[in-house]
Structure formats: structure tokens, C-alpha cells
């Protein structure tokens, strides 16, 4: 039977554990109460801190004979991940933490599948996240009151949190037809073109279209890993750029490797290689205040690749490729890479293309099933798009 996993340090956040757990059972959900606390619970739990503690690789006493609290908490959220990877009775998770308890209870939450319901009560929850949901669908919800006993505001809060995990639990995602999925790219500067593909291919597949914002090209990876993708249409490489030159969006080292382990038919392209992200532009590096920006809205700044960094950057991405066995192919396009990168654009620079296309060509390494393409096309022609699903049902159907 699914259950509604309720999890706090029990030793700090007892009360607060205590009094979710009762709404939730009170909305109709089936409890199970898990203490990820170093010290003895204030309230009954169902499963101990103790008894988490115990699925560390080092045994319990790696989290509990530590009087470092910061080397007890690192490794608590170690023993709660391993923990639980062990269960198979997950139907939700919530959870209340400050700072100790969210690091542990967040790192576990990540560990489920996407979809399974999953909230996170925090202190933290007003300010940059991302550290704690990383990419999953984690919700967070600032507790605004400390948690340090129950009060009139943070027992609605509490409460709220309480029916939103219940309804979430009783209310599992419908179905739907069953098509093949398959993962594309996608940046405001390429978005025609993305747009096009996935029209043209969504009578019989399921487009998920990520925004390749760091985060949206590790998800899609992640998602081919796990065995949800039949394919990748990566049209919106430029999280390599921010990887490459300290950009706000970047990629992982690992940008690619889904591609290469799963050998999934695979179509990239080079769109919006001409950009690296930066917040406001207070915000951009000193080194690269000379340089030629686009202001992107108020809280973000585009500076335009140099021909060098796209040299750097078009052997990069070669480089990972030359892992990949399954079939690729690369598409350049050839009269611009962006909405931006145009002629008579703000980022337009034929010399800057001609050097990533170059370094693309001179570093892949081509065979039978890995090619380039050349399309004299700008990115967001729709004969670009035509050229890019062509290029997918040729290598999927193989």
C-alpha cells in the first residue's frame, strides 16, 4: 500500500511532525512518520533517526557518534538517499526542515522518480533553491516563521502543506495514449524552430521540450539514462557556452553522456552557441566588461561569443560526440544560430560562426551512423525544421 512519507528531525521539529502527520491522516492519507534526526525523537515515530542512520555505507555510527553537527547532517542525507532507495511503498513525501533538515530530506526527495509527488516546508524555500531540488520536481514552500513550535501562522502553513501532499496522493496523474517520447532543446532565440519540430512530430511522438537553462539539458539527460526518451533532438546546445566561458546557465561536464550511454538516436545542432547567460549586468564578470552585450530583459544580460571561445566551444561539444555510437547527426546551420545571430541582428558575426562550424567539422570524428549536416539555412527557417525532422525519423527508424 502507497503511503504519504512525512519526514523531520524529530528531536527539533517534533510538534510540527506531529501536527502534519495528524492533518494528513485527518484528509484521508495513510502516514508513515520518519525521524531524520541525530538525537532521540520528541514525538512517536514510525521509523527512527536511528534506523536511517543504519542504511549509511559506513554503518549507524557515521551519523550519530559525530559531534560535528555539519558532518552529521552530510551524513544523514547519505543515509536517507540510501534509505530511500530501499521502499516501494511511496506514494508522496513531504517534508519540514531548516537549514540541516532540508539538505537531508531534499537529497532523498531527489532520488524518486519524476511525477511521485514531493514537498518540501522550508526556511530556506524564499531564496536560491536550486541546490535542493536540483532536477527534480521538488516543491518548495517557505515555512516564514522559523519551525520552533507550532504558532498561529505556521500551523496554516502546516495545514495548507497537509491537504496540498494529500490531494497530490489521492489524485494520480491520468494516463494518457502512449506515444514514444522524445526530448528537444529549446531557448527563446530558437524557439520557432523548436516549435516547428514539435509540431511536425507530435502525431506520433511525445514531445518534452526542455529549456536549456543548465538544469533543462540535465533533465533530459536524465530522463534518457532512466529509459523515458526514444530519442533526443538537441537543437539548443548553448548551456555548453555557459560551461565553457562562467555563464549562469551552464551545462554539467557530463553534457552528452546520456547520449553516449543509451546510443538513442540523436540530432543536434549549434542553436544559440552564439550567447553566454549572465544575470543583471551588475552581475557580469570584470573580465568581460568590454565586451558585446544584449539586454535580454532587466534580469538578464547576453554577451556574444568571441570567434575563440566558438572554436573552443565547436570542439567541445565535437569531443563528446566522438563518444557517442548510436546514430547522430549534427546539423549547421549555416546562416545563423539564433534569433539574435541574424544579419542585421544584435549578435549577427559570420567570422565567430564560420569559427564554431569549423571546429565542429575539424574535430568530430565522422562515420556511417556520425555525420554532419550543413543546411544554408538560418536556425529558425522553417526548412530548417523540416531538414531536423527528416534527419530524426531517417535515424530512429533504423
Same mark, same amino acid.
Given at each position: 500500500?502507497?503511503?504519504?512519507?512525512?519526514?523531520?528531525?524529530?528531536?527539533?521539529?517534533?510538534?510540527?511532525?506531529?501536527?502534519?502527520?495528524?492533518?494528513? @491522516?485527518?484528509?484521508?492519507?495513510?502516514?508513515?512518520?520518519?525521524?531524520?534526526?541525530?538525537?532521540?525523537?520528541?514525538?512517536?515515530?514510525?521509523?527512527?533517526?536511528?534506523?536511517?542512520?543504519?542504511?549509511?555505507?559506513?554503518?549507524?555510527?557515521?551519523?550519530?557518534?559525530?559531534?560535528?553537527?555539519?558532518?552529521?547532517?552530510?551524513?544523514?542525507?547519505?543515509?536517507? $538517499?540510501?534509505?530511500?532507495?530501499?521502499?516501494?511503498?511511496?506514494?508522496?513525501?513531504?517534508?519540514?526542515?531548516?537549514?540541516?533538515? $532540508?539538505?537531508?530530506?531534499?537529497?532523498?526527495?531527489?532520488?524518486?522518480?519524476?511525477?511521485?509527488?514531493?514537498? +518540501?516546508?522550508?526556511?530556506?524555500?524564499?531564496?536560491?533553491?536550486?541546490?535542493?531540488?536540483?532536477?527534480?520536481?521538488?516543491?518548495?514552500?517557505?515555512?516564514?516563521?522559523?519551525?520552533?513550535?507550532?504558532?498561529?501562522?505556521?500551523?496554516?502553513?502546516?495545514?495548507?502543506?497537509?491537504?496540498?501532499?494529500?490531494?497530490?496522493?489521492?489524485?494520480?496523474?491520468?494516463?494518457?495514449?502512449?506515444?514514444?517520447?522524445?526530448?528537444? =532543446? +529549446?531557448?527563446?532565440?530558437?524557439?520557432?524552430?523548436?516549435?516547428?519540430?514539435?509540431?511536425?512530430?507530435?502525431?506520433?511522438?511525445?514531445? +518534452?521540450?526542455?529549456?536549456?537553462?543548465?538544469?533543462?539539458?540535465? $533533465?533530459?539527460?536524465?530522463?534518457?539514462?532512466?529509459? +523515458?526518451?526514444?530519442?533526443?533532438?538537441?537543437?539548443? =546546445? $548553448?548551456?555548453?557556452?555557459?560551461?565553457?566561458?562562467?555563464?549562469?546557465?551552464?551545462?554539467?561536464?557530463?553534457?552528452?553522456?546520456?547520449?553516449?550511454?543509451?546510443?538513442?538516436?540523436?540530432?543536434?545542432?549549434?542553436?544559440?552557441?552564439?550567447?553566454?547567460?549572465?544575470?543583471?549586468?551588475? =552581475?557580469?564578470?570584470?573580465?568581460?566588461?568590454?565586451?558585446?552585450?544584449?539586454?535580454?530583459?532587466?534580469?538578464?544580460?547576453?554577451?556574444?561569443?568571441?570567434?575563440?571561445?566558438?572554436?573552443?566551444?565547436?570542439?567541445?561539444?565535437?569531443?563528446?560526440?566522438?563518444?557517442?555510437?548510436?546514430?547522430?547527426?549534427?546539423?549547421?546551420?549555416?546562416?545563423?544560430?539564433?534569433?539574435?545571430?541574424? @544579419?542585421?541582428?544584435?549578435?549577427?558575426?559570420?567570422?565567430?560562426?564560420?569559427?564554431?562550424?569549423?571546429?565542429? @567539422?575539424?574535430?568530430?570524428?565522422? =562515420?556511417?551512423?556520425?555525420?554532419?549536416?550543413?543546411?544554408?539555412?538560418?536556425?529558425?527557417?522553417?526548412?530548417?525544421?523540416?531538414?531536423?525532422?527528416?534527419?530524426?525519423?531517417?535515424?530512429?527508424?533504423?
Amino acid at each position: 500500500m502507497s503511503r504519504i512519507y512525512v519526514v523531520s528531525t524529530a528531536d527539533t521539529k517534533g510538534e510540527e511532525l506531529a501536527f502534519l502527520s495528524e492533518r494528513i @491522516e485527518a484528509a484521508g492519507g495513510s502516514v508513515l512518520k520518519v525521524d531524520v534526526g541525530t538525537r532521540g525523537p520528541a514525538v512517536a515515530v514510525d521509523t527512527t533517526g536511528a534506523e536511517v542512520a543504519a542504511h549509511h555505507p559506513d554503518g549507524a555510527n557515521a551519523v550519530l557518534s559525530t559531534t560535528d553537527r555539519g558532518v552529521a547532517v552530510a551524513a544523514m542525507g547519505v543515509a536517507f $538517499t540510501r534509505f530511500i532507495r530501499t521502499r516501494n511503498d511511496i506514494g508522496a513525501i513531504v517534508g519540514i526542515g531548516g537549514g540541516g533538515g $532540508t539538505s537531508i530530506i531534499t537529497s532523498g526527495m531527489r532520488e524518486l522518480s519524476l511525477g511521485l509527488p514531493k514537498l +518540501m516546508v522550508s526556511t530556506l524555500a524564499s531564496g536560491d533553491v536550486a541546490p535542493y531540488v536540483g532536477i527534480s520536481d521538488i516543491v518548495m514552500v517557505p515555512s516564514v516563521t522559523d519551525m520552533a513550535g507550532l504558532n498561529a501562522l505556521s500551523s496554516v502553513i502546516l495545514q495548507n502543506a497537509a491537504s496540498a501532499i494529500a490531494g497530490m496522493a489521492a489524485a494520480p496523474a491520468q494516463e494518457v495514449a502512449h506515444l514514444p517520447s522524445v526530448g528537444l =532543446t +529549446m531557448f527563446g532565440v530558437t524557439t520557432p524552430c523548436v516549435t516547428a519540430i514539435a509540431e511536425r512530430l507530435r502525431s506520433d511522438h511525445d514531445c +518534452m521540450v526542455f529549456h536549456a537553462t543548465g538544469t533543462g539539458g540535465r $533533465t533530459m539527460e536524465k530522463l534518457a539514462d532512466s529509459g +523515458m526518451l526514444k530519442g533526443i533532438i538537441d537543437i539548443t =546546445t $548553448t548551456e555548453v557556452c555557459d560551461l565553457l566561458c562562467g555563464g549562469v546557465l551552464a551545462a554539467t561536464e557530463d553534457r552528452f553522456g546520456a547520449v553516449a550511454r543509451t546510443r538513442l538516436p540523436y540530432v543536434g545542432s549549434v542553436g544559440a552557441l552564439d550567447m553566454v547567460n549572465f544575470w543583471a549586468p551588475e =552581475t557580469v564578470p570584470e573580465r568581460y566588461r568590454h565586451r558585446h552585450f544584449y539586454r535580454h530583459n532587466p534580469n538578464v544580460t547576453l554577451m556574444r561569443t568571441t570567434a575563440g571561445e566558438c572554436r573552443a566551444i565547436g570542439g567541445w561539444i565535437a569531443a563528446r560526440l566522438n563518444a557517442c555510437d548510436g546514430p547522430v547527426r549534427f546539423l549547421i546551420a549555416e546562416k545563423g544560430v539564433s534569433a539574435l545571430d541574424i @544579419e542585421g541582428g544584435a549578435f549577427y558575426d559570420p567570422d565567430a560562426d564560420h569559427a564554431l562550424f569549423e571546429a565542429v @567539422e575539424e574535430k568530430m570524428r565522422q =562515420t556511417a551512423d556520425r555525420q554532419i549536416v550543413h543546411l544554408p539555412f538560418h536556425i529558425n527557417d522553417p526548412r530548417f525544421a523540416e531538414a531536423a525532422v527528416a534527419a530524426f525519423r531517417e535515424i530512429s527508424a533504423e
